[in-house]
């Protein structure tokens, strides 16, 4: 059978979107303003000479006279700004360029300067001073500078009140906008839930940061209702059963269009499963409750549809009931099929209608009673006979005598009577490839027929397999056309049972994403959702054979891809409630889907929102300050375990610093310090082979880290030790980069990695077989850098600039070694010069016990150092 759904696709979908439009204006001081000097109207106001501006001002002066003008001379030139328009030193694409304005004033003056006046000849010094009637000067050069400043102040004063004026404009409209929308949206959210709903929640005493925000910036208003019902169900203030009745009442309360309504009404009736349907979803029973549940859906959104179409003909109550269908079932025949009234039919009549048109209606509307009722009102006593085993085997099948007599029937009758044709179809399950054109014409009427004949345990005839198949292959073969119609399609597999490809579908279109995700919420939750065991699979997989339509669905990736649009500043308790959902899911490696999603949302952030994170959720900051709120410690879970299991995770996959800041948190002291004490290594060797310092972040972390330690630990263990000798070797270093010598001398001398002594050589050697291999490893380094350092104290270039200094080091209090005070760079410079050679020697001395292999150009280095020191005057 070659697309039977393709001309059944007659239910259509429609879909509403809301675009916000941003408001975004520009001031005038991003536009460019043009003034035409030639076209500044000559001032008629007498001013003196002695009150005249001068050119040669600074800016500052500029902007204080400009603020000092007055509103008169505001107001003249707002009169003639048409006229002032084309001011060409003005002329600037980022504002008002002083320097600029400058460069042209210098201009101008070097201008009038070389300009000479020339008088007419016929013209007397006495006419010209009379036609000036006194409003110029004598000199006309000030007059000019004067005239022009003063433009130019005024100028200035007027695009700033502008620029005022329309930056609060702007901005009063954006801040009254906004508050309307959010209105809207508080309103909206309040309407849904009555009192008893806020008493509810008053009474759980969920803090600011667990209530899910309405006015949130990622989801939308019927988002931020899901994800309320989910923070609900997760502390237990909604059970299962009644999760999927809060579902439908967000739905209901958001104006949804009504294909999202026949969704969750589907998803409500082939829930009904058995509670091991996900043992064996091949097996009889499961089989038999998926095609149960689907046709008393359909039969029920039948009855629906007749109530609509004939209102207060039947009451609402009795619409379900048995034998009550029968005057909707004659009204619906009569106008769906007026051609068939009157006409006699050879098995009889009722109510003017064909007998078999009224028995089908009545099997279409699962009202088995009316057609019982109206066979045995027209005597028909086969077709009693039929219909009280198919009552008898609960509509699942009819006895393998029975169904070969209603065969026989149809072989001989079929062609002659549609309705008689597709009702014997029915009851016999025979003729499964007949679309039976004339009387079905929507794919419900088409998917409730071949539900119908289905039979158990006969493989020969229609299965729940073969029309499982049947759907999804035309969903892959006809996808443009199932494209036009994806929700149908979608409900289509819903009723096969095929839940895991109808959720992949309706994820994949914005519109239903969110449905779609929280339809496999609360078929997981149910158990009636296959999921896959790892990760990093595919959002949709085939578990079975390939020629199988039943799938497996990456729930765990479903989740966390659905929160990607939520903010992590004012969303993250609605992130961490759908993550949660995962709790009891185990990948089959061991790790929890749960502890896995935590981390992966840790490791994709950047600097920012990782430490947002850490603070809310696990109650640190990557320096290793705690802060009491901890999101996780309101979900029933052990907080520290969960974040002892996100550091493990993050440990796992290299991520050292983050795991090393929850261990702290989780109160694993050991873990911490063992990756502190990695993480410090390799700073030090970073530091030594490129001068680069390490991340401030894990320094400071690893000091208030060994500063806790210090103060709740009574012994030392070697883990403790080691971070305390490697925070102590990574200040020395930082010195001796840094080319503070004296300083660093000091640091080596007190931290008793090296013998400076013929005393400490024996210690230094016992010691060295307790340390750790994060010190082994910088050890030649340091006898290297130690070296040097005397060297260069001993150098004559380095002493004919020594500055000895009475003030000392004092260690971090991380360290646990004697902080006793060198007095050596104390002493003169000869007593200096003594001391390094006198402690070469010992240096030397230990380095030919010392058990550590070294190489050979550090051997080199080091026989060149000691040279220098014994060398040295």
């Not at 539900?451 to 049947?470: A, E, G, Y």
């Not at 013929?758 to 010691?767: A, F, P, R």
């Amino acid at each position: 059978m070659s697309g039977p759904f393709n001309w059944l696709l007659g239910l259509g979908s429609s879909s509403s979107t809301t675009n916000l439009s941003n408001t975004t204006y520009q001031t005038p001081l991003n536009q460019s303003t043009i003034i035409n000097s030639t076209q500044i109207p000559t001032q008629s106001s007498s001013t003196p000479t002695t009150n005249n501006l001068s050119l040669h001002r600074n800016l500052t002066q500029l902007i204080d006279e400009g603020q000092r003008s007055s509103l008169k001379t505001k107001r003249e030139l707002l009169n003639n700004i048409d006229q002032l328009s084309t001011l060409a030193f003005l002329n600037s694409s980022t504002g008002i360029n002083v320097q600029h304005i400058q460069d042209q004033f210098e201009k101008i003056d070097k201008t009038l300067q070389t300009t000479t006046i020339i008088k007419p000849k016929d013209l007397k010094d006495d006419t010209i001073e009379q036609q000036l009637d006194g409003k110029l000067t004598n000199n006309l050069n000030d007059y000019l500078k004067h005239e022009r400043e003063k433009t130019l102040l005024s100028m200035l004063r007027m695009i700033e009140d502008k620029t005022y004026d329309e930056i609060t404009r702007h901005s009063n409209y954006v801040l009254d906008n906004n508050w309307q929308k959010q209105r809207q949206m508080i309103l909206s959210t309040v309407s849904k839930h009555d009192q008893s709903y806020l008493d509810e929640a008053n009474a759980m005493q969920i803090k600011r940061f667990e209530t899910p925000r309405t006015l949130s910036r990622g989801l939308s208003n019927i988002e931020a209702a899901y994800a309320k019902v989910i923070a609900l169900y997760n502390v237990g203030k909604i059970g299962r059963q009644n999760l999927i009745d809060e579902f439908i009442t967000v739905v209901e309360s958001s104006n949804q269009p009504q294909a999202t309504m026949d969704l969750w009404n589907i998803v409500r009736y082939m829930s009904q499963l058995p509670s091991d349907y996900l043992i064996n979803r091949t097996s009889l029973p499961s089989q038999q409750a998926i095609v149960l549940s689907a046709r008393n859906y359909l039969e029920y959104s039948f009855r629906i549809q007749l109530s609509k179409m004939f209102i207060n003909l039947v009451p609402d109550d009795d619409i379900h009931k048995p034998g009550s269908i029968y005057k909707l079932i004659i009204r619906y025949i009569r106008q769906k099929h007026p051609n068939i009234v009157h006409i006699i039919d050879d098995d009889g009549n009722i109510d003017d209608l064909p007998i078999w048109s009224i028995i089908f209606y009545c099997l279409r509307a699962g009202d088995l009673q009316s057609a019982l009722n109206a066979a045995k009102r027209c005597h028909l006593t086969s077709a009693t006979e039929w219909l009280n085993n198919y009552i008898k085997n609960n509509n699942q099948s009819i006895d393998p005598t029975i169904r070969l007599k209603i065969q026989d029937v149809y072989d001989r009758e079929h062609l002659t009577n549609p309705f008689k044709s597709i009702v014997l179809s029915i009851l016999s399950a025979y003729d499964v490839n007949n679309m039976h054109e004339l009387i079905i014409n929507s794919i419900d009427d088409l998917l409730w027929l071949r539900l119908s004949q289905i039979v158990f345990p006969n493989q020969d005839l229609m299965t729940l397999n073969k029309l499982q198949k049947l759907v999804y292959n035309e969903g892959n073969e006809n996808r443009s056309l199932f494209n036009e119609k994806p929700v149908q399609y979608a409900i289509c597999l819903l009723l096969t049972g095929q839940f895991e490809t109808a959720i992949d579908l309706l994820n994949q279109i914005e519109q239903f994403r969110c449905h779609a995700v929280h339809i496999g919420i609360y078929l997981h939750e149910c158990r009636l959702l296959s999921i896959a065991l790892k990760s990093d699979s595919p959002m949709l997989i085939t578990t079975l054979t390939t020629e199988d339509p039943l799938k497996s669905i990456n729930y765990q990736r479903l989740l966390t891809t659905y929160t990607e649009k939520c903010r992590y500043d004012s969303e993250l308790w609605q992130i961490i409630n759908y993550f949660y959902l995962l709790k009891q899911i185990k990948q089959k490696d061991g790790e929890n889907c749960f502890i896995e999603s935590l981390a992966i949302l840790l490791i994709k952030l950047n600097d920012n929102d990782i430490d947002n994170l850490l603070e809310r959720l696990f109650g640190i900051n990557r320096q290793g300050i705690f802060t009491e709120a901890r999101i996780l410690d309101h979900l029933d879970i052990d907080t520290n375990v969960v974040t002892a299991n996100v550091a493990l995770y993050l440990e796992k996959h290299g991520h050292l610093e983050l795991a090393a800041v929850l261990y702290d948190r989780a109160k694993k002291s050991r873990q911490a310090c063992s990756i502190y004490n990695r993480l410090l290594s390799e700073a030090i060797r970073t530091l030594i082979s490129s001068n680069t310092s390490a991340a401030s972040n894990v320094l400071t972390s690893a000091r208030t880290f060994a500063s806790r330690l210090s103060l709740i630990q009574n012994e030392i263990d070697r883990l403790t030790n080691t971070l305390y000798i490697l925070l102590d070797i990574y200040t020395y270093i930082e010195f001796f980069k840094s080319q503070q010598f004296e300083r660093a001398y000091e640091i080596i001398q007190k931290l008793s990695l090296l013998p400076f002594a013929h005393t400490q050589i024996d210690q230094c050697l016992e010691s060295i077989n307790y340390y750790s291999s994060e010190i082994i490893d910088s050890y030649p380094d340091i006898i290297l850098m130690t070296l040097t350092l005397m060297a260069i104290l001993a150098s004559v270039e380095y002493k004919s600039t020594l500055n000895i200094s009475n003030q000392h080091l004092l260690l971090s209090s991380t360290s646990s070694f004697d902080q006793r005070t060198s007095n050596i760079l104390s002493t003169n410079k000869q007593g200096l010069l003594d001391e390094l050679k006198r402690q070469a020697d010992v240096l030397f001395r230990y380095l030919g016990l010392l058990p550590i292999k070294l190489h050979n150009h550090v051997h080199v280095q080091l026989m060149e150092c000691f040279s220098r020191i014994k060398n040295a005057c």
